[in-house]
């Protein structure tokens, strides 16, 4: 049930109108000049998770044309005594969604509500309640003024409104069937996660903290490079030289490896209890078999709250040129991505995939260590264990393990300027149902018969075997 409430000021502008003006004046001036009262109207309880992976989380949303400055606005449950503040500077862009993690200030029931207030407390915006815990997600369908459903989680963008791609139906494999090992047997054991080729070059980051740069090995695939202290993989810590991230998606940007390496974190393995949802940089030009990263954009405080092990999973970095040539719009500001706004950065724009929620966020990285939000994508999928964006075809590949039975999923820009899935794949019929949670696409100079190499991650190591090689249309 939606409970739509107009707000006491309004009420008491309107009985003094109809007192000193008459009836007719009144509504006229109502309807004439909602200056105040619009946007406020337009900020909209949108999403409540109360269970499952994700603390108990409420999500706004601006459905208006106008920015609302949203700061000491109150989140209450059920429970009059009980109270979140909206931080000071917190603000909606026209179409921008933001969830709150509210577990810290009070508890959503299984027979609750979530009630959005004004900075005074008292004057209601809006409000939901419901007689069972979200399974696992109440979401407004369409978002900002439809009812609430059940639907999968998507805290921080649009609503998945049980579409699961827009009613795409999944298809075959766009590639040979046949998959074979890429490895030799036992070189990395288990826990290898994100992968990126780099031409000649494939990076591999494991969840241990360890960064491989792997090279051609004949006809097996890939093997350690051996030069420059590589053998084994290199040790990764934090800025400063301390604890382990938990690195699970590598990435380059358009400089290549040379203007650093960018790996995915989603806590330190020393204080595995708590999310540290990171994009790291490192040099790795050096021989040192212990790499610090250079620049840390720890994005965790603008991230709904998932359990330490569920954070971000997949990186990866998509060119200002291709994002502006498709018309792509910047959710920050609600008009057309301009990257002249954000100073000095890579050139292009971050995505990361949280693994808790399936959701996929874009952030503009600036050298200067601040990052901005310019995305938030849901994927349609349970997970998101990586990333790939794949140039030749202007398009970008989301990838599930084993707890999607290796669902893979590309989306472009749409018409409105956002993300959209484009097509649903199943894994290739010649592999089992892996806990696959690597994947990288060749480039266009390796299209041969009009095919191209992909490789996959086995987080599991499977039959002793790491890595993992395919084929797509070119």
């Not at 269970?51 to 920015?67: A, M």
């Not at 969830?99 to 409000?127: C, E, I, N, Q, W």
């Not at 939000?373 to 989301?398: D, F, H, K, T, Y």
């Not at 390796?446 to 996959?456: L, R």
Request: aromatic share 8%.
């Amino acid at each position: 049930m939606i409970e739509s409430r107009v707000p006491r000021w309004r009420r008491g502008l309107r009985r003094l109108l109809v007192a000193v003006a008459g009836p007719t004046l009144a509504v006229s001036a109502l309807s004439v000049s909602p200056a105040h009262a619009a946007p406020a109207d337009d900020i909209r309880i949108n999403e409540v998770v109360t269970t499952g992976n994700v603390n108990d989380s409420i999500e706004l949303y601006n459905k208006g044309t106008t920015t609302v400055d949203i700061s000491g606005w109150i989140l209450k449950d059920d429970n009059n005594s009980s109270k979140y503040k909206i931080a000071s500077g917190t603000t909606l862009a026209p179409g921008a969604f933001r969830a709150f993690d509210v577990h810290g200030s009070f508890g959503l029931g299984s027979a609750d509500m979530a009630r959005l207030y004004l900075a005074d407390g008292t004057t209601p915006v809006d409000s939901f309640s419901w007689s069972a815990h979200s399974d696992p997600s109440w979401s407004r369908c369409p978002d900002g003024t439809g009812d609430f459903g059940k639907a999968q989680p998507t805290l921080g963008g649009p609503n998945d409104c049980g579409t699961s791609g827009g009613g795409i139906v999944p298809i075959a494999w766009p590639g040979s069937g046949s998959v074979t090992t890429a490895d030799a047997s036992n070189v990395f054991g288990t826990d290898l996660s994100g992968l990126y080729q780099e031409g000649g070059v494939m990076w591999g980051a494991q969840n241990s903290g360890r960064l491989w740069r792997l090279v051609p090995n004949g006809s097996v695939g890939w093997k350690p490079d051996t030069a420059n202290g590589w053998t084994f993989g290199k040790t990764l810590r934090f800025p400063g030289g301390s604890g382990t991230p938990d690195s699970e998606g590598v990435t380059v940007a358009g400089a290549g490896s040379a203007g650093g390496v960018f790996v995915a974190s989603e806590r330190d393995a020393d204080a595995s209890a708590t999310s540290r949802l990171s994009v790291l940089r490192y040099d790795v030009s050096g021989t040192a078999a212990t790499l610090t990263a250079t620049k840390e954009w720890n994005l965790t405080s603008d991230l709904p709250s998932v359990g330490s092990n569920l954070g971000l999973e997949g990186i990866t970095w998509v060119p200002d040129a291709s994002l502006t040539a498709a018309g792509f719009k910047d959710e920050s500001t609600g008009t057309a991505y301009d990257p002249n706004r954000y100073g000095a950065h890579t050139g292009g724009v971050f995505l990361v995939g949280v693994e808790g929620t399936g959701m996929i966020y874009g952030y503009v990285l600036q050298d200067t260590g601040t990052f901005t939000r310019v995305a938030s994508i849901s994927s349609g999928m349970a997970g998101v264990m990586e990333l790939q964006w794949e140039p030749q075809a202007s398009r970008l590949w989301a990838v599930c393990d084993d707890t999607c039975s290796g669902q893979h999923r590309t989306m472009q820009v749409n018409a409105s300027g956002a993300f959209a899935t484009t097509a649903i794949y199943n894994r290739p019929t010649g592999m089992a149902n892996l806990n696959n949670e690597g994947f990288s696409v060749a480039g266009a100079d390796e299209c041969v018969g009009g095919s191209k190499p992909v490789y996959w991650a086995d987080d599991s190591n499977d039959s002793g075997h790491a890595l993992r090689e395919g084929t797509i249309t070119c």
